[in-house]
T-cell receptor
Framework: DAGVIQSPRHEVTEMGQEVTLRCKPI?????LFWYRQTMMRGLELLIY????????DSGMPEDRFSAKMPNASFSTLKIQPSEPRDSAVYFC????????????FGEGSWLTVV | KQEVTQIPAALSVPEGENLVLNCSFT??????LQWFRQDPGKGLTSLLL?????REQTSGRLNASLDKSSGRSTLYIAASQPGDSATYLC?????????FGAGTRLFVKA
């Protein structure tokens, strides 16, 4: 299996622009997670989907952030408008059966907002 | 609210040394605990998963223990190698959430 696939790997954008991060989970996994990692705050869970349905989005920092999972093989995390403080590494991860199972991470999307 | 703490924050050891990384958590009502490895510029790779009913798990030179009642886990690395240099994170899962510690940055000197 190719693992969790994220795109883009790196993005540099100007403040105010829309950013869309994409994720393809491992085939057959029913749970998908979006995390954000920064030096200051470490790894934070943004949103968790189970069977394509958002279960917990309490970690989404503001209304500027939104996430969708239209089908079992694709998810997006959108930031509109972006701000410099959104600069971070955004990880997508998936597991076979929720947080109680081994979680597999993608390589991350490195976002810089200038 | 679950909090996960890892000590030490950084560790430098000579090659061949056995070492222990520590993880503590505040809420013992967990499903499992996982240890991950993160190389610079990469995602996290799961090393070991210990279910709440288990006491330890082993994989090669790695051994992880779990004492749920005291809120502690250790990751033991035997005969460390330069290739073990990375950041090691522990994560506890309860409910829908997996909470990560800040990690221990390990450097193994050749």
């Amino acid at each position: 299996d190719a693992g969790v696939i994220q795109s883009p790997r790196h993005e540099v954008t100007e403040m105010g622009q829309e950013v869309t991060l994409r994720c393809k989970p491992i085939s057959g996994h029913n749970s998908l997670f979006w995390y954000r990692q920064t030096m200051m705050r470490g790894l934070e869970l943004l949103i968790y989907f189970n069977n394509n349905v958002p279960i917990d989005d309490s970690g989404m920092p503001e209304d500027r952030f939104s996430a969708k999972m239209p089908n079992a093989s694709f998810s997006t995390l959108k930031i509109q408008p972006s701000e410099p403080r959104d600069s971070a590494v955004y990880f997508c991860a998936s597991s076979l059966a929720g947080a109680g199972d081994t979680i597999y991470f993608g390589e991350g999307s490195w976002l810089t907002v200038v | 609210k679950q909090e996960v703490t890892q000590i030490p924050a950084a560790l430098s050891v000579p090659e061949g040394e056995n070492l222990v990384l520590n993880c503590s958590f505040t809420d013992s009502a967990i499903y499992n605990l996982q240890w991950f490895r993160q190389d610079p510029g990469k995602g996290l790779t799961s090393l070991l998963l210990i279910q709440s009913s288990q006491r330890e798990q082993t994989s090669g030179r790695l051994n992880a223990s779990l004492d749920k009642s005291s809120g502690r886990s250790t990751l033991y690395i035997a005969a460390s190698q330069p290739g073990d240099s990375a950041t090691y994170l522990c994560a506890v899962s309860g409910g829908f959430k997996t909470i990560f510690g800040a990690g221990t940055r390990l450097f193994v000197k050749a």
